[in-house]
């Protein structure tokens, strides 16, 4: 049986590609578990994550066969929530590479990445309360952070989809690629990142997602921590080497 998630490693990244093209990568139990061995292994070795889907799908939502039969207890121990969640806590970025349909669980996995980058056959939205529950894996909080209020009680409580372009408008997208320049858009993405301090970013990610009443001593510790590294003198150096030059 293929394995559900398949990895591309390197030095300052890794590949994550969903594997279930034959179910339009559908998030079944087998792929989150596979995912939060990734997670584990990022949190151990802090690199960028590029997830991206096989095939044209990035991952059309939960598996619903699957989905039928859960039931309370399923509810209550968070499946994909906690995954989301975890991913959403990663120490580097992470990269959302979205070609085709990005629905319910797939859209929530892609809402719980840093930065998101699509193709034009992009379709990215929440139909869960058509099939009688709700968007509960981070969309009914999230996504209004992400695009505000109005659009978010429209894609959630109205099924409203959005496509590359109106996704673009909204900076739900970063980007937009032809699909064939999806993974390297992800790749000079992660280039950029990739070029400055990973303590600084790591931080800076985690500052950025802190609660508003850690504010502002977390940012002095975090600054603190910074102000003691080896990497910051180096950096300022060379810096004021160049500018003297």
């Not at 993405?189 to 070029?195: F, K, Q, T, V, Y």
């Amino acid at each position: 049986m293929p394995e559900p998630v398949l990895l591309e490693q390197a030095d300052d990244r890794v590949v994550v590609r969903l594997n279930r093209p034959q179910a339009r990568n559908a998030i079944d139990q087998e792929m989150v578990d596979a995912l939060h061995e990734v997670c584990a292994g990022l949190e151990a070795d802090p690199r960028i994550a590029l997830i991206i889907g096989e095939g044209s799908t990035f991952a059309a939502g939960a598996d619903i066969a699957a989905l039928r039969e859960r039931r309370r207890a399923d509810a209550l121990r968070g499946i994909n929530s906690a995954l989301f969640d975890r991913i959403r806590r990663l120490p580097m970025p992470t990269i959302a590479l979205i070609d085709g349909y990005a629905l319910g669980g797939g859209a929530e996995l892609a809402y719980a990445c840093d930065f998101r980058i699509g193709t034009p056959s992009v379709k990215i939205g929440n139909p869960e309360i058509g099939l009688g529950i709700l968007a509960a894996a981070g969309a009914s909080w999230r996504l209004a952070e992400l695009v505000g209020e109005p659009l978010a009680k429209e894609i959630l409580l109205a099924g409203r989809v959005l496509g590359a372009d109106e996704a673009l408008a909204v900076r739900l997208l970063t980007e937009v690629v032809e699909a064939a320049e999806l993974l390297a858009a992800g790749h000079r993405l992660a280039d950029r990142i990739g070029r400055n301090a990973p303590l600084a970013v790591q931080l800076t990610k985690r500052v950025f997602h802190a609660p508003r009443e850690a504010h502002p001593l977390i940012d002095d510790i975090a600054q603190a921590v910074l102000f003691e590294t080896e990497e910051k003198q180096e950096r300022m150096t060379a810096f004021l080497e160049r500018k003297r030059s």
